[in-house]
């Protein structure tokens, strides 16, 4: 089966992320003066062949964790998985 | 002494390193990143730039160079390697050297002198400066903001692990005039072993005079002091 994976990779809390302050700041100067805080992150779709669904989050958790993030100062989650193929292409 | 230096897709610094160390008298020969023989390197060199074009990370796709797998063997037996910018990036991603380098605080890519105070005279890198002293190496990121956890910070400075900090020009702490907001404003950092140095300001690119600078010299006459026993630089009389 073939899965589409989702995966959104940010800086962790403690890190700071001058990024989202400057689009917090622009956001305010467009009028939106309720935005509290902005954090910048990636998001990453993979397809990937697995036997089942576990065990293609399985896989992709393995690869967050040996490339996809920097375990030093990114955290990852999986935001959403789907089923491509039902066969092995 | 024979300095090998890394040559990545997207390595930039790499004729600059060589010009720096035939400068001072001593071989260079470029290592390209597939192979994996090191040529008999008495130190490599992991150079700045952009390596793979820093996808995805500053430095994560170059941890697996094949040349990669062999300075990691070196390193790991107590071989000299010397990441500068973005080597200093690349080995923190093969976890050679612990934190990582984020965004600077600025958001700007700098590219501007600075000064770095040495911290540490423990390592053959530094062992050729005076304590204290304050060398003028410029740098150019932007990407150079050293972060890591407290209890890393922590056995950083506890071990003399901190090798440059960024400072004003009078060697006062740098304050509010840090280059890129590192933590504990750290320029340079030593692995458990001192036998791997992470900086991210450009030794090569203040070598002589004309550049403004010859500071940066001093640390490739430090290296092949240490090694060769022979620092002695045709250049010496300039610096």
Redesign the interface.
């Known amino acids: 089966m073939t899965f589409s994976v989702e995966v959104v990779v940010a800086l962790k809390p403690v890190v700071n992320d001058p990024q989202g302050l400057v689009v917090r700041d622009g956001l305010h100067r467009l009028g939106f003066t309720g935005v509290r805080s902005v954090r910048v992150g990636k998001h990453l779709e993979l397809e990937v062949e697995a036997d089942d669904e576990a065990a293609a989050l399985t896989q992709v958790e393995a690869m967050c964790e040996q490339l996809l993030r920097n375990t030093v100062i990114e955290d990852s989650r999986i935001s959403s998985v789907r089923v491509l193929t039902r066969r092995a292409s | 002494m024979r300095f090998g230096i890394a040559v990545f897709p997207g390595t930039w610094s790499d004729r600059d390193c060589r010009h720096a160390v035939e400068l001072a008298g001593h071989e260079a020969v470029m290592l390209w990143h597939k192979d994996r023989d090191l040529q008999g390197a008495d130190c490599v060199i992991l150079p700045g730039g952009f390596a793979y074009g820093d996808y995805?990370?500053a430095g994560?796709v170059a941890r697996f160079a094949p040349l990669m797998e062999s300075v990691a063997e070196f390193a790991n037996s107590g071989g000299l390697v010397w990441g500068i910018c973005n080597g200093f990036q690349i080995l923190?991603?093969a976890h050679l050297l612990?934190?990582?380098l984020?965004?600077?605080?600025?958001?700007e890519f700098r590219c501007v002198p600075t000064w770095l105070r040495v911290e540490t005279l423990d390592s053959v890198f530094t062992a050729g400066c005076e304590r204290g002293s304050v060398l003028q190496i410029p740098i150019s990121h932007g990407e150079g903001?050293y972060?890591?956890?407290e209890a890393t910070l922590g056995t950083l400075e506890r071990d003399d692990r901190v090798a440059f900090r960024y400072v004003r020009r009078d060697g006062s702490d740098a304050g509010d005039e840090s280059p890129n907001?590192s933590m504990h404003d750290i320029a340079g950092i030593l692995n458990e072993g001192r036998n791997v140095l992470g900086m991210m300001p450009h030794p090569e690119r203040a070598c002589e005079p004309l550049l403004g600078s010859s500071d940066g010299m001093r640390l490739f006459a430090s290296v092949a002091k240490s090694v060769s026993g022979s620092g002695a630089m045709p250049v010496a009389a300039a610096l």
């Open positions: 995805l990370r994560a923190c991603e612990p934190g990582a984020t965004r600077n605080s600025s958001l903001r972060v890591a956890d907001g």
